[in-house]
């Protein structure tokens, strides 16, 4: 019986690779945490047919296999794929991100029987630094995918691409039980919206506190596992952004970042992401004010950036209210 691995995270891609215990592993790995989210037109199109051009952002670019060639899957989107295939399962595990990327591509699916009949979600725990063999080992029973959990995934997906957060918001007082690791990552990422009293995220705000609590180094602030910073909505260049901000804006709420910004450039060149490992930080008196509750960030500093569908600038800046749990308007 031919199976099939649908993921999305190259760790977890690699495990199953490494067990060697499937068919084949397509391995999804795009970013609906940060930036503007692509047209629906534009996400289509990594479901169709592999272009004759090369291209990155394309379902084929995650596919690894046993005895596949490029002609077998050029002239296939993903759908025909997946129907060659006796056994598919969905392995997602618990970051916010995944689970975006698992109600997108529910969506995608919803309309088609011949792939969503034979597909069994397994909400997996992160791989972080287990083995491969051990974290398959570990995994959670799969459960089959049902029109509720298709028409959930739809109706959060159109709430993560809407103009204001107040649809995702809404998404609270639903059944989210079909989709257990749901309701997680709405919260999650509402309490990124900037925070009532002070304009920033929950990332940001963990990580002033941690550089209060002496943890003065730049990777020492960031989300990864072991780590103070527990919190994962974030990944390693989003934190590396937010640090960013904090430090580098008109009226910072960090100094002594010695080097930036974090980018791909920083990175090639070892003098300069040296440079920036070895920054001694410290929070400025607006951070410390910021950290009190006394000031905001946004009083200060222009903030422009997207969540989800939702165009975050000071004129018009939708809030988060964590003591109430509830959103505030602009």
Same mark, same amino acid.
């Given at each position: 019986?031919?199976?099939?691995?649908?993921?999305?995270?190259?760790?977890?891609?690699?495990?199953?690779?490494?067990?060697?215990?499937?068919?084949?592993?397509?391995?999804?790995?795009?970013?609906?945490?940060?930036?503007?989210?692509?047209?629906?037109?534009?996400?289509?199109?990594?479901?169709?047919?592999?272009?004759?051009?090369?291209?990155?952002?394309?379902?084929?670019?995650?596919?690894?296999?046993?005895? /596949?060639? +490029? #002609? *077998?899957? !050029?002239? =296939?989107? &993903?759908?025909?794929?997946?129907?060659?295939?006796?056994?598919?399962?969905?392995?997602?595990?618990?970051?916010?991100?995944?689970?975006?990327?698992?109600?997108?591509?529910?969506?995608?699916?919803?309309?088609?029987?011949?792939?969503?009949?034979?597909?069994?979600?397994?909400?997996?725990?992160?791989?972080?630094?287990?083995?491969?063999?051990?974290?398959?080992?570990?995994?959670?029973?799969?459960?089959?995918?049902?029109?509720?959990?298709?028409?959930?995934?739809?109706?959060?997906?159109?709430?993560?691409?809407?103009?204001?957060?107040?649809?995702?918001?809404?998404?609270?007082?639903?059944?989210?039980?079909?989709?257990?690791?749901?309701?997680?990552?709405?919260?999650?990422?509402?309490?990124?919206?900037?925070?009532?009293?002070?304009? /920033?995220? +929950? #990332? *940001?705000? !963990?990580? =002033?506190? &941690?550089?209060?609590?002496?943890?003065?180094?730049?990777?020492?602030?960031?989300?990864?596992?072991?780590?103070?910073?527990?919190?994962?909505?974030?990944?390693?260049?989003?934190?590396?952004?937010?640090?960013?901000?904090?430090?580098?804006?008109?009226?910072?709420?960090?100094?002594?970042?010695?080097?930036?910004?974090?980018?791909?450039?920083?990175?090639?060149?070892?003098?300069?992401?040296?440079?920036?490992?070895?920054?001694?930080?410290?929070?400025?008196?607006?951070?410390?004010?910021?950290?009190?509750?006394?000031?905001?960030?946004?009083?200060?500093?222009?903030?422009?950036?997207?969540?989800?569908?939702?165009?975050?600038?000071?004129?018009?800046?939708?809030?988060?209210?964590?003591?109430?749990?509830?959103?505030?308007?602009?």
């Amino acid at each position: 019986m031919a199976r099939l691995i649908l993921t999305f995270d190259y760790l977890a891609e690699g495990a199953h690779k490494c067990a060697d215990v499937v068919d084949c592993v397509v391995a999804f790995r795009c970013n609906f945490v940060w930036g503007k989210l692509k047209s629906n037109d534009s996400l289509k199109t990594l479901f169709s047919q592999r272009p004759a051009k090369r291209v990155f952002e394309h379902w084929t670019e995650g596919l690894e296999g046993r005895s /596949l060639t +490029a #002609t *077998e899957i !050029r002239n =296939l989107g &993903l759908i025909e794929f997946c129907e060659g295939f006796d056994a598919i399962e969905l392995w997602a595990d618990p970051a916010p991100n995944t689970q975006l990327q698992l109600i997108w591509l529910l969506d995608h699916l919803r309309f088609h029987t011949s792939v969503t009949s034979r597909l069994r979600l397994v909400q997996s725990a992160r791989i972080d630094n287990h083995r491969p063999e051990d974290w398959i080992a570990q995994r959670p029973r799969a459960v089959s995918i049902h029109a509720d959990d298709l028409a959930l995934a739809a109706t959060a997906w159109a709430a993560w691409r809407a103009p204001t957060p107040v649809e995702w918001f809404n998404l609270l007082s639903q059944d989210l039980s079909p989709l257990p690791q749901l309701r997680n990552t709405i919260i999650a990422l509402l309490e990124e919206l900037p925070g009532r009293t002070t304009g /920033l995220g +929950a #990332t *940001e705000m !963990r990580m =002033l506190e &941690l550089l209060a609590s002496g943890y003065v180094h730049p990777y020492d602030l960031f989300p990864k596992y072991e780590r103070p910073n527990e919190r994962i909505t974030y990944g390693f260049w989003e934190a590396g952004n937010l640090l960013d901000g904090l430090a580098r804006s008109a009226q910072p709420a960090v100094s002594g970042l010695t080097e930036g910004p974090f980018d791909g450039a920083m990175h090639v060149s070892n003098e300069r992401l040296t440079r920036y490992e070895n920054s001694t930080l410290a929070l400025t008196d607006l951070g410390n004010a910021i950290l009190a509750g006394a000031d905001d960030f946004g009083r200060h500093n222009p903030i422009h950036r997207w969540w989800g569908g939702t165009e975050l600038t000071n004129d018009c800046l939708w809030r988060w209210d964590s003591a109430n749990r509830r959103l505030v308007a602009p």
